[in-house]
């Protein structure tokens, strides 16, 4: 059962005149209503005043349509680049501040390259673009970083964030899934092909319903993209197995509201949406459509989920060839046995052999026999099986209607509701289901159609956030009543349109928003915070931290270990094998060279880099990570593995560069990790740091020279300059 908390104590139990708030004994009782209404399924009566009306509930800004609004008119047009611009400086101008100064070029390459790509640039691609004084030079930039199959993995992981990726099941049965690999590279391919927004979004719900898939390739990648409705947590070994599937229902149309729609659909599961207007009616309307979607093949003891062929001919005949070859060493195992036992039994006189009479044959047969039974083992070990993805298919039973779920219960069922959309969201008109396919199609094509009020505008909102660092909308999850108001909201709808107008191409999003002024503003690290009061108008460039992949990349590539080798398999773990064996522990491994986004993601136990820079937990859609500061960050860096290793490797790498001296190497050492050239104070404090360190032990030169070199990479890989982007 799905419940939200109040937004603040005094909306569910106001204070009484003349009491003191908030107080104790306030929350108390604004708890204690909170927690009846809880028990009681939501069938409480409400307080009058708890809770908007549900006409105003449908007035709310994101149900409306979207507004094709004007740019307005700037009052400084030599700041405008782009149309962009001209609704940030209406706020600024009407918050009384003013956009900041020009990043240089320096700082604006480094956020680009870490914005498109996750990783820094190289020395030859700064010198190039502070070599460049053409008009147009850093459009150049954003085009061939677009065109880098780096953006793919860049972009993919954001997106792989709030579609929940993971690698293991998680909860009860902890198994791997052994295929999400899959859906994994066909998301790093969709963002590098520029695959429009509406058909990625239609593929992940529909792949297996669109039309003109005749295409073999084209077949298998639709399979693929089904891996969206698949990859999400299930309790494999729950017993009541009508629950365990309602459950799954459950969790595909909450995965879905929050991700395409910012919508908590989830929580009309057990009684009509506390603060949004959609009905538990409307939830069952919803869930007819999954439920006629078969998303499991087995249901007993532990469930096993749908997983689509993507087998060729090729593929057939390989495993065909290999089954001719097991049935050959099973035949001969079987021949050889039968010519002992008859040996035996003309030796014995027609007694019938004991089970351990093989002990008793000749050394020679015995040997015979144990080297047939152990290619049989390894025959059997090297089986190849048909290539398969997870997704869904079409249930056999198609439902017209689902019986809603009193209270949730699947024990408790009341009156049937047919297939639909929530009203709140019909500014596109709600599809006609057939009655031959479940609906998901159907479903695609409404959540795509331009008049959604709501399927462009989480998206343009996710883009703007990965470059700003937050949305127009500071809740990307969630545009309900609980969610955040949009800071610019004809900005907001002006990009939706875009988005629809440029046939759903992200692509020309990022054109669009890394070609203003507003995206190259120097950042707000060198002002005083009584200028910007709030960071949501834009008068500087915010500043973050890079993310927990962008630090490993950022680290191997500066060290030159990065291997940039793209998809594949990087699970060490059989399809359904349980993550964790009979020690208890999980033997994944994340010492590879690769980028991130190939590391195993593995639910119930993620790795500790990841857990220690705020990767989200992977169970639930995330589409907004946290920024913590905390000591153990600082600790890891000090301390971890990857980081002493790469230090050493960026050592070599200065130091087989027999063409400079340390003042040099001191400066390459910048160039790589920071993009710019060391100043004079850093060049002598480095040099005396080296020295200091050679003379602790004059013994062993030429080690104590590449320890001091690598303890200088590692204080440089530590810094907030390395760590943070402008």
Known sequence: MKFERPPNPSVIAPARPGSRSPGSAGWVRAWAVWWLLFVLGGQASERPGDNPGMDEKLRHWAYQPVQRTVPPKPSNPEWVQSPVDAFILKELDAQGLRPATAAGKRILLRRATFDLTGLPPTPAEMEAFLGDPRPGAFARVVDRLLDSPRYGERWGRHWLDVARYADSNGLDENVAF??????????????????????????????????????????????????????????????????LEMDMIDEQIDTLGRVFLGATLGCARCHDHKFDPVGTDEYYALAAIFKSTRTMDDLKTIAQWHEPVLARPEHFK??????????????????TLNEAVARWKSEHRGETPSKDFEKQLPREAQHRIQELREALKRLEELSPELPSTMGVTEQTNILQQLAVHVRGSHLQLGAPVARTVPKAMTAAPAPAFSGQS????????????????????????????????????????????????????????????????????????????????????????????DEDPDPRWLSSFPRRRLEAEAIRDAVLAVSGGLDLSMGGKTLPLKNREFVFNHTSRDQTRYDSPRRSIYLPVIRNHLYDLFQQFDFPDPAVPSGQRASTVITPQALWMMNSDLVGQAAARFALRLLDARDLDDEGRIHEAYRLAFGRQATSQEISRDRKFLSGYASMEPVRPQAIRRDAWAALCQALLSSNEFLYLD
């Open 178 to 243: 052994g295929n999400a690999w899959r859906y994994r590279d066909y998301v790093i391919n969709a963002f590098n092909r520029d695959k429009p927004y509406s058909l990625f979004l239609a593929e992940q719900l529909a792949g297996d319903l669109l039309p003109n898939a005749a295409d073999e390739s084209l077949l298998f990648e639709r399979r693929t993209a089904l891996g969206f409705l698949s990859l999400g947590p299930k309790l494999l070994a729950e017993p009541d197995k009508v629950k």
């Open 318 to 335: 390989v495993k065909e060839a290999h089954e001719h070859r097991l049935a050959a060493h099973r035949i001969a195992l079987t021949n």
């Open 438 to 529: 479940s609906g998901r199609l159907e479903l695609a094509r409404w959540m795509t159609d331009a008049r959604h009020p709501l399927t462009a505008r989480v998206m343009a909102n996710r883009v703007w956030q990965g470059h700003f660092g937050r949305g127009l909308v500071e809740s990307p999850d969630n545009f309900g009543l609980l969610g955040h108001r949009p800071s610019h909201p004809e900005l907001l709808d002006w990009l939706a349109v875009r988005l629809i107008d440029s046939g759903w191409s992200l692509k020309s999003m990022h054109r669009l928003l890394m070609l203003s002024s507003t995206y190259q503003m120097a950042s707000s690290s060198g002002r005083d915070r």
